[in-house]
Nanobody, 118 residues
């Protein structure tokens, strides 16, 4: 069984900052990347940022220059530093990982709410 546990969401004013963290655990044989997605009410779940085991990062255009993903994929941890937050960043943020385990994926965390007030 694979678990992904997020932490760090909350309520912040526009222009503020939040830091999300995610830890993966369980029967994981190999992990290729970890990523953050977000889903606003009535919207699809979209990629926010991804970190590969080689250290390569990918960002959605809407967060470039404001968000930074970091962590150690081999150690199964990833963080998302979110600066200059905007009301349109309000969503549930989910952690996921591309990995090999006995349990078939996809593997998602329970999600953490981020609310940005104007």
């Amino acid at each position: 069984q694979v678990q992904l546990v997020e932490s760090g969401g909350g309520l912040v004013q526009s222009g503020g900052s939040l830091r999300l963290s995610c830890v993966a655990s369980g029967e994981i044989f190999k992990i290729y990347s970890m990523a953050w997605y977000r889903q606003a009410p009535g919207e699809q779940r979209d990629l926010v940022a991804r970190l590969t085991s080689e250290g390569k990062t990918t960002y959605a255009d809407s967060v470039k220059g404001r968000f930074a993903i970091s962590g150690d994929v081999a150690q199964k941890t990833v963080n998302l530093q979110m600066n200059n937050l905007k009301p349109e960043d309000t969503a549930v943020y989910y952690c996921t990982a591309d990995l090999i385990s006995l349990t078939m994926g996809p593997h998602w965390g329970q999600g953490t709410q981020v609310t940005v007030s104007s």
